[in-house]
């Protein structure tokens, strides 16, 4: 039996992507789209977009309510995507969000909601299943290294910094790795900012540059050796595989998970 998926944000970078991903999946079909520009009018009416009869929303109630789904597919911005999550949940329809930026909060409130409503939710600052063993790893090193630095590098269009990877990456270490405050304990930034973000004592860099998609270097030193993990997603396609496999398994889950490690 077809998944019937309804999906935010058709026209970005990250959307568009999953549209053709959920055409070309046999099992998967788009039913509804959620774009704030092109309310009443069908995916075919707009530029770029495929050819089929897809009806669009701006208002996302309006949508949950005229059209029947199991799937919702967030890919939008942070406050956006955190109100259609909410929607979602709150209509038993199973939000699979790619959409970076949630305040721990959010996640925590969102988790509850899940649970209260026996729904099953996905959310994952990265889809891509390199990413994902890179965090594993990271975590497995943490333990026997206490000074890490994280520098993650994306284009320039991205809205928040540190990226929702560099944060979950440093949660998992901080899992392992016994608390340090990275770097000399009397340094003195001369440029504010110089030494990255701080959390738990780790450093975190962002680097925003056009030509770049998403990568992330997690850099291990100790005692006369460095141990670097990298991961880089070339393109968007890149994270397709990561939906497909959250849209699968969300079907039979009725809770929050955060992070696709947690569904691998
Ligand atoms: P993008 O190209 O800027 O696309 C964002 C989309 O959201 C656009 O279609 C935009 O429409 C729409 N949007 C913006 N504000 C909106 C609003 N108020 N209401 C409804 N729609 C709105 O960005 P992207 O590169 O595709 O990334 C989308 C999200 O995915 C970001 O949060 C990014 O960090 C995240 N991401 C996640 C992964 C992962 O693996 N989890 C990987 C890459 C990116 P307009 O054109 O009208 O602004």
């Given at each position: 039996m077809a998944i019937n998926i309804i999906l935010a944000g058709p026209r970005g970078r990250m959307g568009s992507e999953a549209v053709q991903m959920v055409l070309k999946?046999?099992?998967?079909?788009?039913?509804a789209c959620i774009d704030?520009?092109?309310?009443?009018?069908?995916?075919?009416?707009?530029?770029?977009?495929?050819d089929i009869d897809v009806p669009v929303f701006q208002d996302i109630e309006k949508c949950f309510q005229q059209v029947k789904a199991d799937i919702f597919i967030d890919l939008t911005v942070p406050e956006v995507g955190y109100y259609h999550t909410k929607k979602a949940l709150e209509n038993k329809i199973r939000p699979v969000v790619g959409t970076t930026g949630f305040t721990d909060e959010q996640i925590i409130e969102l988790t509850e909601l899940a649970k209260t409503n026996h729904t099953g939710c996905i959310i994952a600052p990265n889809f891509a299943i390199g990413a994902v063993l890179m965090m594993k790893f990271s975590q497995m090193a943490g333990k026997y290294f206490s000074d890490v630095e994280i520098i993650e590098k994306h284009h320039d269009?991205?809205?928040?910094?540190?990226?929702g990877t560099a944060k979950k990456t440093a949660e998992m270490i901080m899992e392992t790795r016994e608390f340090k405050k990275q770097g000399h304990q009397d340094e003195k930034e001369t440029?504010?900012?110089?030494r990255g973000g701080e959390m738990d004592g780790m450093r975190i860099h962002s680097v925003r540059l056009p030509g770049l998609v998403a990568h992330q270097e997690v850099i291990f030193g100790s005692s006369g050796q460095t141990l670097s993990i990298k991961h880089d997603s070339?393109?968007?396609?890149?994270f397709m595989e990561g939906i497909k496999l959250s849209v699968l398994k969300v079907m039979d889950m009725n809770e929050l998970a955060y992070g696709l490690e947690n569904i691998l």
């Open positions: 999946e046999a099992d998967f079909k788009l039913v704030r520009k092109f309310d009443g009018q069908h995916l075919k009416d707009i530029d770029g977009m495929p269009k991205k809205l928040d910094a540190p990226s440029i504010k900012g110089s070339l393109n968007r396609d890149s």
